[in-house]
């Protein structure tokens, strides 16, 4: 079985087919009794189909492990590579030289619901925040039943705090569980092993080396070395009441968030290492972010009581507004730092915008799941832009009950707020509209000059919060292309989504081009139509998942051969026209061309099996 962990999961099937099929094979030999076989033949033959063959066939990469680090209540600007000129963060800044470092990284703006968020991939309007019901399904539940070993260690915050056996981690889909059920707010937390109590203490300072030991001793003792394995470590530091050990206490900068944040770094690090002693960094996806902004606000600062003497607990959201609880950027766009070794690309830094509400659709593809069909998922598959296939990421994120971002744009209801102490005095109860790429701080609100975008926005916002499940939800798509060709001209790709359909309407200028179109979210309706503006079509090449479905016209004579997908060439109105385009004579010796267009349908069933995204490449048969 260990050859079996380490392909991909479709390819199970595969390897197992194939085993089968040496058996049969080695089998007949014996059975028909025709020229027997030597002993070290049939070895041979078997050991060629059963573990050479899949290997070659199916050579994707390993599924990698997945250990997500989650701290509570992080800001922005906390770290070092993030801007941060007190703390010393070294391992994480190693970590971001090693891997991505995001930029654009949404969580929520509170603990539960970034948690329910998270788990599910789902917004927590949907998974519930604090009270997520038993109902909800997370990745880890899909994860465990495609072989993988999981384990919870540390907040789960999810069961409204609060023994719930149905809505606690086992139950939830993992296989080892320690930690706290709720946050640690009056200085105490409590700890359950699985579904028993295991204590309590009032060591706020050793719970960021507690929750990393256990975490390691998963790793050592706990796991089971023939699986892959998801480790889910949601650290309670830096959320109040903080406090850092002896040996870390006054020996920041920082005072002792300062301190929180750099004992952090060091017992991150400590994992890290228990990774590379293990031999298991190589094929091991970690991600590094926070769960929610900073407690950065004044009201809260004076009004909580309890925190330790001198205790500077808030800490730096860098260039964004408010923190946690503010639909503003502070309270949502959080640290995040991506590693797998030689898979994600070392010292990248991405403006992409990628979410926690992704782990499940990407955890899906990474590891070999299907995500809930049954239910509206919110993420979308980021595999490509974490393993650098493309750049961009999501085209939209919405900001709980508050808001919504799209590309530059970001959209606030008026007085948007999640929590009392992210009010901020003196704001004007109208809507607001900020331009990100110009506005990072939002400090100006230009709705009244873009009153188209914020329609569009409100109404995108609209169908996000509306109840509809995926299966009536509109599909969302991403285009990929250049929009002018080497010689100057221009292309186009229009979206056209009709009731059961879609028609993406290609228009090429310039002769020789290329694109791709990826499905964010939704399914790829029944009939999916591709149409090209060109003035003569030569080649045609369309690809849903690395599978080619070629498609080309040559002219009057030709027909496609077997499996390629059928090119008709159309007039303006839709109706077929035959031979070539250019076919026209308006007067003696010139000829004109006719407009039209060419149209293939892609078959539904290729785009269904596929990876949500199809390749176009075309030649134009006038190109310049
Ligand atoms: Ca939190």
Redesign the pocket.
Known sequence: MLIVDMVPYHFLWKSLIVHVFALLLVGSAKTKETEPLLPSMKALIYIFLAFVAPVVLGAEAPRPNIVIIFT??QGYGDLACYGNRKNRTPRLDQLAKEGTRFTSFYSQT??GP?RSALLTGRQPIRSGGWGMPASEITWAELVRKVGYQTACVG?W?VSNRKAIIPRMPNAQGFDYYFGALG?NDNGVVKFHENNEDAGSTRDMGGLTRLYTDKSIDFLKNKRDPEKPFVLYLAHTMM?TIIDASPRFRGKSKGGLYGDVVEEFDYETGRLLDALDELQLAQNTLVIYT???GPWNQDKYTKRKRGHPEGAIFWGEAGPLRNG?GSPYEAGYRLPCIVRWPGKVPAARVSDAVFATIDFMPTFARLCGFEAPADRRIDGIDQTDLLLGKRETGREYFYFNRAGIRKGKWKYLKPDAHFHGYAVEDGRKKVDELYDLEADIGERNNVAGKHPEVVASLKELMLEVESKKVARSFRPRFQLEYEKEGPGGGSRRIKVVPGEGSVVFDVTDQTGIGGASIRLLEGKWPKKTLLRMHLSGLEEFEVAVGGRKLSAAYHGQSFSPPEGHLQVRMLDKKGNPLKGRYLVKSTRSGVSERVAGYYEVEVPHSVLQNGTGRMDLSWVDFYRR
């Open positions: 509570d209540d509170v603990c970034s907040k915050d946050a959320h926070s769960d929610n946690k």
